[in-house]
Structure formats: C-alpha cells, structure tokens
C-alpha cells in the first residue's frame, strides 16, 4: 500500500510541475489592429524614409515655439541645464560640453522624430505635422544649422548637415569582428 501512496503522490506533484510549466495568460487585453499599429507606428529614422507629408517655415516655427514649447525650454530654446535645446555648437570636446539639438544630435531627422512623438510633454503627438517641421526648421536656425528663412519637408530635412554628424562611432564599425585577410 505504501508503494501505491507514494506512486499516486508522484503522479500529483509531476502534474502540478506541468501546469506550473505551462504559462497561463491573465486573459487581459487582445492583439493590436494593424490600424492601430499603424496610428502609433511613427518612428523616423536618420535616412529621414518614413517623414509624413507637410511642411514648416522658421517663421512658422517660431510661433508654434513660442506658443507650445517656450513655457518649458525658455526663448529660442535655452532654457535650464536639462531643458536646453539651443547654443552649446562646438562645445562637446571643452571641459564642460553643452549638450543640445544644434551641438550633440547627428541627424536633423531624428530631432523630427522626438519632438514628433514626445512634445509638448503636456500633451505628447498633439501638434501638426506642419508644426512639428516648423519648430524643427526654428531651432535649427537659432544657431545656423538652417537658415533663417529656411522651409523643412520630408525631401529638405533629410538634407540638414548637424554638426556632430561625424561624432559618433557607429556600432558596427566598433564591435564588428574584424576578418582576417586573406
């Protein structure tokens, strides 16, 4: 009897490990639409290939920076340590860099990109594209990087030469195995 006991008590502790292996879903939410992964499918990256339609001018820009960014970044952009987004070119190998859109990013199109997704932080994606291209085109003029009277697309933005676009080391050129020749 003992053997049966002990065979039946294997049996209840070997189906316990197999449903405690088998991962349960709480049951919570579904999958995503494609419309809805399409609405939230925003990313731009540095070759500037998924930019939307519309278009900003400086002027524009200046604007629609005053109105939804000046309360937080400061006029033209140069606000507090952590909310500096202007000055600072050519100060990245001084003692003490200044870190901005215009000094440390490489590409004008990733600037798009955050300003796009993440501002105003009060309301995250609620300007226009339009607004977006302007407010990009007015910082970049603070500090040359585009001219005053400059009008950024999805066909000129790409174009922008930010400049520290050459300081940063790519991945792969830092950790891709070296072959060996031959």
């Not at 585009?146 to 950024?152: G, N, R």
């Amino acid at each position: 009897m003992p053997t049966l006991k002990l065979a039946a008590l294997s049996l209840i502790l070997m189906a316990g490990v197999a449903v405690a292996a088998t991962p349960q879903s709480p049951g919570l939410g579904r999958p995503a639409t494609p419309t809805e992964v399409q609405a939230v499918d925003i990313s731009v990256p540095p070759d500037g290939s998924t930019l939307p339609p519309g278009s900003g001018s400086v002027a524009q820009g200046a604007a629609v920076f005053e109105a939804n960014c000046q309360m937080c970044h400061g006029p033209a952009g140069v606000g507090g340590p952590n909310d500096r987004l202007t000055g600072g070119v050519g100060t990245l190998t001084s003692p003490k860099p200044i870190k901005t859109v215009n000094s440390f990013w490489p590409y004008a199109t990733t600037v798009y990109d955050y300003v796009r997704r993440a501002m105003p932080l009060v309301a995250p994606q609620s300007l226009s594209n339009n607004d977006v291209y302007a407010v990009v085109a007015y910082l970049l003029s603070v500090d040359g990087v585009a001219p005053k009277d400059a009008v950024l697309d999805a066909k000129t933005l790409p174009l922008v030469k930010m400049p520290n676009r050459d300081g940063f080391v790519s991945w792969e050129a830092r950790y891709r195995p070296k072959t060996a020749a031959r």
